[in-house]
């Protein structure tokens, strides 16, 4: 005897079904957002330290150009260079600088450790640098 299948009985489940593959989508998607979230953050992180970078070294160079007549004294730019450091230091992770006169071109260099974006291993020899390049003529005010 051949028994019949009712539609009814055949379709029992698929409302499970699709609500536990809907459900799979969503959480997916949902992941997905997060981790754009989470790098959107990270981004925003190092913007700031590039912006922080910049901000030093024009502070550095403004130093030095009011200063100008004290360049070639090599005491008073390791004094500045202490107090330079200790700022960087402040605001970047690992932050520190290096300036370099050479006749009237400055070079600032602005370096700091990316804090927790490379392993550690990779980061304990990797820094960002920021660098800028000015020419402090005399008769500049």
Known sequence: M????????AMQGMAMLEALISVTIFSIALLGLVGLQAQSIKNNSQAKFRADASFIASQI????????????NTTLM???????????ARQLPG???AVTVAGSQIT???FWR???????????TYEHRHTLVANINAGDV
Not at 2 to 9: A, G, M, Q, T, V
Not at 61 to 72: C, E, G, K, Q
Not at 114 to 124: G, L
Request: proline share 2%.
């Open 2 to 9: 051949k028994r019949r299948i009712s539609l009814r009985s």
């Open 61 to 72: 160079l403004a130093d030095v150009s009011l200063d100008r007549a004290n360049i070639a």
């Open 78 to 88: 390791a004094a500045n260079a202490l107090i330079w450091n200790a700022n960087a």
């Open 95 to 97: 932050g520190r600088t």
């Open 108 to 110: 600032i260099d602005v």
């Open 114 to 124: 990316p804090n927790a974006e490379m392993a550690a291993a990779t980061a304990a």
